[in-house]
Protein backbone atom coordinates (compact mmCIF):
# COMPACT_ATOMS: atom_id res chain seq x y z
CA UNK A 1 0.00 0.00 0.00
CA UNK A 2 1.59 3.67 -0.80
CA UNK A 3 1.80 5.67 1.83
CA UNK A 4 1.59 9.28 2.25
CA UNK A 5 2.13 12.72 4.45
CA UNK A 6 0.31 15.52 4.54
CA UNK A 7 0.77 18.87 5.75
CA UNK A 8 -0.96 22.47 6.25
CA UNK A 9 -3.02 24.65 7.90
CA UNK A 10 -5.08 21.85 10.10
CA UNK A 11 -8.77 23.06 8.97
CA UNK A 12 -7.69 22.14 5.32
CA UNK A 13 -6.21 18.46 6.41
CA UNK A 14 -8.91 16.16 7.16
CA UNK A 15 -10.76 16.70 3.80
CA UNK A 16 -7.80 15.59 1.81
CA UNK A 17 -6.58 12.84 4.14
CA UNK A 18 -9.90 10.58 3.81
CA UNK A 19 -9.51 11.53 -0.05
CA UNK A 20 -6.08 10.02 0.67
CA UNK A 21 -7.35 6.89 2.19
CA UNK A 22 -10.23 6.08 0.00
CA UNK A 23 -7.54 6.83 -3.08
CA UNK A 24 -5.73 4.00 -1.08
CA UNK A 25 -2.98 5.49 0.49
CA UNK A 26 -1.79 4.48 4.44
CA UNK A 27 -1.84 8.25 5.46
CA UNK A 28 1.98 8.23 7.17
CA UNK A 29 1.54 11.47 9.34
CA UNK A 30 -1.11 14.51 8.71
CA UNK A 31 -0.99 17.76 9.87
CA UNK A 32 2.37 17.71 11.20
CA UNK A 33 5.10 20.96 11.31
CA UNK A 34 8.11 18.81 10.80
CA UNK A 35 9.53 15.46 10.75
CA UNK A 36 10.47 15.45 14.64
CA UNK A 37 6.50 15.53 14.93
CA UNK A 38 6.22 12.37 13.10
CA UNK A 39 9.96 10.55 14.73
CA UNK A 40 7.98 7.24 13.59
CA UNK A 41 8.47 8.25 9.45
CA UNK A 42 11.23 6.71 8.17
CA UNK A 43 13.58 8.10 5.88
CA UNK A 44 12.34 7.08 2.14
CA UNK A 45 9.51 5.48 3.31
CA UNK A 46 7.28 8.15 1.84
CA UNK A 47 5.17 7.70 -1.74
CA UNK A 48 3.01 10.84 -1.67
CA UNK A 49 3.85 14.26 0.18
CA UNK A 50 0.88 16.54 -0.29
CA UNK A 51 1.53 19.96 1.12
CA UNK A 52 -1.91 21.75 1.43
CA UNK A 53 -1.79 25.41 1.78
CA UNK A 54 -0.24 27.26 5.35
CA UNK A 55 -2.45 29.98 7.06
CA UNK A 56 -0.07 33.42 7.33
CA UNK A 57 -0.88 35.90 10.03
CA UNK A 58 -4.13 37.57 9.95
CA UNK A 59 -4.58 40.94 7.72
CA UNK A 60 -6.77 43.84 9.27
CA UNK A 61 -9.44 44.26 6.80
CA UNK A 62 -11.15 47.23 8.30
CA UNK A 63 -7.97 49.82 8.60
CA UNK A 64 -8.94 53.44 8.68
CA UNK A 65 -9.00 55.21 6.08
CA UNK A 66 -5.85 57.03 7.00
CA UNK A 67 -4.10 53.81 7.38
CA UNK A 68 -4.86 52.64 3.39
CA UNK A 69 -1.86 53.80 1.61
CA UNK A 70 0.55 50.87 1.21
CA UNK A 71 -1.91 48.41 1.95
CA UNK A 72 -1.15 46.09 -1.10
CA UNK A 73 2.34 46.26 -0.42
CA UNK A 74 1.60 45.44 3.01
CA UNK A 75 -0.52 42.13 2.47
CA UNK A 76 2.20 41.33 -0.86
CA UNK A 77 5.22 41.04 1.39
CA UNK A 78 2.80 39.19 4.48
CA UNK A 79 2.13 36.52 2.00
CA UNK A 80 5.91 36.25 0.81
CA UNK A 81 7.26 36.55 4.03
CA UNK A 82 4.92 33.88 6.19
CA UNK A 83 2.88 31.53 4.09
CA UNK A 84 4.89 31.26 0.97
CA UNK A 85 8.43 30.91 3.30
CA UNK A 86 6.94 28.84 5.67
CA UNK A 87 6.29 26.29 2.04
CA UNK A 88 9.41 26.13 0.90
CA UNK A 89 10.96 25.72 4.62
CA UNK A 90 8.39 22.80 4.93
CA UNK A 91 9.60 21.17 1.36
CA UNK A 92 13.02 21.38 3.02
CA UNK A 93 12.65 19.61 6.35
CA UNK A 94 10.15 16.57 5.03
CA UNK A 95 12.00 16.05 1.73
CA UNK A 96 14.42 13.13 3.34
CA UNK A 97 11.34 11.30 3.97
CA UNK A 98 10.48 10.78 0.06
CA UNK A 99 10.81 7.27 -1.48
CA UNK A 100 12.89 6.99 -4.79
CA UNK A 101 9.94 7.83 -7.48
CA UNK A 102 7.67 9.45 -4.53
CA UNK A 103 5.17 12.43 -5.63
CA UNK A 104 4.77 15.75 -4.25
CA UNK A 105 1.44 17.70 -4.61
CA UNK A 106 1.53 21.34 -3.96
CA UNK A 107 -1.43 22.57 -3.58
CA UNK A 108 -2.28 26.30 -4.59
CA UNK A 109 -4.11 28.54 -2.27
CA UNK A 110 -7.03 30.82 -4.37
CA UNK A 111 -6.28 34.77 -3.66
CA UNK A 112 -7.97 36.57 -1.09
CA UNK A 113 -11.36 38.23 -3.43
CA UNK A 114 -11.58 41.22 -1.70
CA UNK A 115 -7.89 41.89 -3.68
CA UNK A 116 -8.79 40.82 -7.36
CA UNK A 117 -11.46 42.69 -9.69
CA UNK A 118 -14.11 40.32 -10.97
CA UNK A 119 -12.64 37.46 -13.71
CA UNK A 120 -8.78 38.38 -12.35
CA UNK A 121 -6.92 36.48 -10.57
CA UNK A 122 -5.50 38.90 -8.60
CA UNK A 123 -1.72 39.62 -7.24
CA UNK A 124 -1.80 37.19 -4.15
CA UNK A 125 -3.04 34.38 -6.34
CA UNK A 126 -0.55 35.00 -9.28
CA UNK A 127 2.20 35.02 -6.38
CA UNK A 128 0.68 32.31 -4.75
CA UNK A 129 1.17 29.89 -7.85
CA UNK A 130 4.41 31.20 -9.47
CA UNK A 131 6.44 30.17 -6.58
CA UNK A 132 4.70 27.17 -5.76
CA UNK A 133 5.59 25.76 -9.62
CA UNK A 134 9.16 27.75 -8.55
CA UNK A 135 8.69 25.00 -5.67
CA UNK A 136 8.12 22.54 -7.48
CA UNK A 137 10.74 22.72 -10.08
CA UNK A 138 13.45 23.50 -7.22
CA UNK A 139 12.01 20.28 -5.52
CA UNK A 140 12.79 18.01 -8.52
CA UNK A 141 16.47 19.41 -9.60
CA UNK A 142 17.06 18.88 -5.56
CA UNK A 143 15.83 15.03 -5.91
CA UNK A 144 17.94 14.45 -8.84
CA UNK A 145 17.77 11.01 -9.77
CA UNK A 146 15.81 9.68 -7.10
CA UNK A 147 13.01 10.46 -9.94
CA UNK A 148 10.95 12.82 -7.68
CA UNK A 149 7.68 14.20 -9.58
CA UNK A 150 6.10 17.19 -8.02
CA UNK A 151 3.13 19.40 -9.40
CA UNK A 152 0.99 21.98 -8.99
CA UNK A 153 -2.64 21.91 -8.51
CA UNK A 154 -5.48 24.79 -7.17
CA UNK A 155 -7.16 24.55 -4.43
CA UNK A 156 -10.37 24.94 -6.14
CA UNK A 157 -10.10 21.16 -7.90
CA UNK A 158 -11.25 19.41 -4.70
CA UNK A 159 -9.98 17.00 -2.60
CA UNK A 160 -10.92 13.78 -5.19
CA UNK A 161 -9.27 15.09 -7.85
CA UNK A 162 -5.97 16.02 -5.72
CA UNK A 163 -6.41 12.64 -4.05
CA UNK A 164 -6.27 11.39 -7.98
CA UNK A 165 -3.22 12.99 -9.03
CA UNK A 166 -1.28 11.90 -6.23
CA UNK A 167 -2.22 8.92 -6.95
CA UNK A 168 -1.12 9.02 -10.56
CA UNK A 169 2.13 7.26 -11.75
CA UNK A 170 4.61 7.59 -14.35
CA UNK A 171 4.05 4.59 -16.87
CA UNK A 172 8.28 4.73 -17.47
CA UNK A 173 10.64 7.36 -16.97
CA UNK A 174 11.16 10.29 -18.01
CA UNK A 175 13.51 13.79 -18.05
CA UNK A 176 13.33 15.53 -14.86
CA UNK A 177 11.32 18.56 -16.53
CA UNK A 178 8.29 16.69 -17.20
CA UNK A 179 8.07 15.47 -13.54
CA UNK A 180 7.34 19.32 -12.89
CA UNK A 181 4.22 20.35 -13.60
CA UNK A 182 0.95 21.95 -12.85
CA UNK A 183 -2.70 21.65 -13.13
CA UNK A 184 -4.04 22.33 -16.88
CA UNK A 185 -7.10 24.22 -15.36
CA UNK A 186 -5.03 27.15 -13.93
CA UNK A 187 -6.07 30.42 -14.77
CA UNK A 188 -2.52 32.08 -15.26
CA UNK A 189 -1.34 29.68 -18.28
CA UNK A 190 1.07 32.54 -19.33
CA UNK A 191 3.00 32.94 -16.16
CA UNK A 192 2.85 28.57 -16.00
CA UNK A 193 4.99 28.45 -19.63
CA UNK A 194 7.02 31.47 -18.43
CA UNK A 195 7.85 29.93 -14.96
CA UNK A 196 8.50 26.33 -16.06
CA UNK A 197 9.69 26.71 -19.36
CA UNK A 198 8.52 23.50 -20.31
CA UNK A 199 8.51 23.55 -23.70
CA UNK A 200 11.27 25.22 -24.42
CA UNK A 201 13.49 23.16 -21.93
CA UNK A 202 12.08 20.00 -24.14
CA UNK A 203 13.17 21.60 -27.14
CA UNK A 204 16.52 22.31 -26.21
Not at 32 to 57: H, K, R, T, W
Not at 133 to 139: D, P, Q, T, V, Y
Not at 190 to 204: E, I, K, M
Amino acid sequence: MPTALVTGAPERVPDIVIALKSAGFDILAAGVMSPEDAPDIEAGSVDCYVQMPVEGPAFERSEPTSASAGRGLRRARAVIAHELAARFDNAARFLPLLAPGATVVLVAEDADPDTAAPGSPGPDRQARRALAAMLAEAIVQDCGPAGIRAAVIGEDRGPDEIAALAAQRPVQPRPWWHYADVDPELDFADWRNSVLCLASVQDG
